[in-house]
């Protein structure tokens, strides 16, 4: 078979074809295209299905682009274009700003530990959180400057 694609109609459905499905039903039946019962039985032909096929008739009469089974959606705070197509930054300053936050939770934490140690050892134990935080610093400082992921323009 190498070389060779199934059709749809026997090739096998994954659990995000199938939860893709579901979501574009659920869409349906919040427009209004189905009713509750109708709905209702196409998920759980949905849920139960084990080939592509069988999804793509459960939403063949719905509209949307492309085949009918619904495609991936983009995830959340990944890469995006712009209008004017240019990258856009992969995670919101809002994103960046949480991930400060855990960073810094954590060193507040990990410092802690450290302060601990050094007083039950009796004396100033090398300061070991600095690795973790750190690197994990480094990067998150990184991803922040150049949020595309490209890097700087002269590492090319």
């Known amino acids: 078979m190498e070389g060779r694609r199934l059709p749809l109609h026997r090739m096998r459905a994954s659990d995000a074809e199938r939860d893709r499905t579901v979501d574009h039903l659920t869409d349906a039946f919040v427009e209004g295209r189905l009713g509750f019962d109708e709905y209702d039985r196409r998920v759980g032909l949905a849920l139960s299905s084990v080939l592509v096929g069988e999804l793509w008739s459960l939403t063949a009469d719905l509209p949307r682009g492309g085949d009918g089974v619904p495609g991936p959606r983009p995830a959340p705070d990944r890469e ?17 700003g949480d991930e400060w936050r855990w960073w810094t939770g954590v060193a507040v934490i990990l410092t802690g530990v450290w302060a601990v140690v050094s007083v039950m050892v009796g004396e100033l134990v090398p300061y070991w959180p600095l690795v973790p935080l750190g690197i994990w610093g480094a990067v998150l400082l990184a991803a922040t400057i150049w949020p595309s992921g490209e890097g700087p323009r002269g590492s090319r």
Do not use: H, N
Not at 81 to 93: D, I, N, Q
């Open 80 to 96: 995006r274009r712009s209008p004017t197509g240019e990258l856009a930054p992969s995670v919101s300053a809002y994103g960046w």
